[in-house]
């Protein structure tokens, strides 16, 4: 096998190193706007500060990204037929909508989660809000869902913590079988 040394020597690769170190630094720029852009975007989408802050999280979670940048599902959009994680934010399900929706297609079905992030001011405060939010989890569940909830306080304290575990589980999940599509 030729070592790349020698094919830079042949004119094979790139002729000088700093014209291959000028265009790796034009793609590791790309992929910053991308994700930039993404932040930006995920901002845009969600409803709270620690929703923000989790969303940030998610698009910059390696286990989430394709090809080093995320896909962000626009509300009300379709699920792609692809083999990458797709994030919702504000993802409506039957009634109920979800924080985040994050979907992977695998070869044998879909692996699918809904991330809720649970400020105090509007989660488990009242007898209400728990009940609402068990009832929530419990229809995702049924719809085929992997739920995890995370506190405002585990988010402020360490959001990129967060999202690793939601990469974790999205990775070691079996998909959910003989489905063409991911649950509503």
Same mark, same amino acid.
């Given at each position: 096998?030729?070592?790349?040394?020698?094919?830079?020597?042949?004119?094979?690769?790139?002729?000088?190193?700093?014209?291959?170190?000028?265009?790796?630094?034009?793609?590791?720029?790309?992929?910053?706007?991308?994700?930039?852009?993404?932040?930006?975007?995920?901002?845009?989408?969600?409803?709270?500060?620690?929703?923000?802050?989790?969303?940030?999280?998610?698009?910059?979670?390696?286990?989430?990204?394709?090809?080093? !940048?995320?896909?962000? &599902? +626009?509300?009300? $959009?379709?699920?792609?037929? /692809?083999?990458?994680?797709?994030?919702?934010?504000? %993802?409506?399900?039957?009634?109920?909508?979800?924080?985040? !929706?994050?979907?992977? &297609? +695998?070869?044998? $079905?879909?692996?699918?989660? /809904?991330?809720?992030?649970?400020?105090?001011?509007? %989660?488990?405060?009242?007898?209400?809000?728990?009940?609402?939010?068990?009832?929530?989890?419990?229809?995702?569940?049924?719809?085929?869902?992997?739920?995890?909830?995370?506190?405002?306080?585990?988010?402020?304290?360490?959001?990129?913590?967060?999202?690793?575990?939601?990469?974790?589980?999205?990775?070691?999940?079996?998909?959910?079988?003989?489905?063409?599509?991911?649950?509503?």
């Amino acid at each position: 096998m030729t070592e790349p040394s020698e094919l830079s020597k042949k004119g094979h690769a790139f002729a000088n190193e700093k014209l291959f170190e000028e265009r790796m630094e034009a793609i590791v720029e790309g992929l910053r706007v991308c994700w930039d852009i993404a932040r930006w975007e995920i901002g845009k989408l969600v409803d709270s500060p620690i929703e923000r802050a989790m969303g940030e999280a998610l698009v910059s979670c390696p286990d989430l990204c394709y090809r080093d !940048a995320p896909y962000i &599902r +626009a509300p009300g $959009g379709t699920w792609l037929a /692809v083999d990458y994680a797709q994030i919702a934010p504000q %993802h409506r399900i039957g009634n109920f909508r979800a924080d985040f !929706a994050i979907v992977q &297609r +695998a070869v044998d $079905g879909w692996r699918c989660v /809904v991330v809720e992030c649970d400020g105090h001011n509007f %989660h488990e405060k009242t007898k209400e809000q728990a009940a609402h939010d068990k009832a929530r989890d419990r229809f995702f569940v049924a719809q085929g869902w992997t739920v995890l909830r995370f506190t405002g306080s585990e988010i402020y304290r360490d959001a990129g913590a967060c999202a690793d575990q939601v990469g974790s589980l999205l990775m070691g999940l079996n998909p959910i079988a003989a489905r063409e599509h991911p649950p509503a």
